[in-house]
């Protein structure tokens, strides 16, 4: 059966080399030089791999969208420090005002 290998989970990289041991097989990345785990079965081997890559690639993109996130309530908490530093404290009922001037300025 032939299965796909998935890129290297860490540099994201299609160059790979499968290495055949004198008892077992694994994936090297050509790239970054890491190697997936040694199984007796090249098809276990293959499997592994592809389950570290998918897992890896599906957590660098769940922390992306985190960041993101993150990123935005950093961009407004400095927004507002720069308003209260420029206009003084400002009450949660003016801050449509203050964007408005913010944007004005801008």
Known sequence: MATLIEPCPF???GHLHISHHLLSHSVTCQTCKSTGP????LEDALL????T???LRSARTAANVQVHGR????EDAVRNLASA???GPVKNTDTATLDA???LEH
């Open 48 to 51: 592994e791999w592809n389950h």
């Open 85 to 87: 530093l420029r206009y």
């Open 38 to 41: 040694h199984r007796r079965h």
């Open 101 to 103: 001037k913010l944007e």
């Open 11 to 13: 540099c994201d990289s």
């Open 53 to 55: 890559s998918k897992l």
């Open 71 to 74: 990123l935005h309530e950093l």
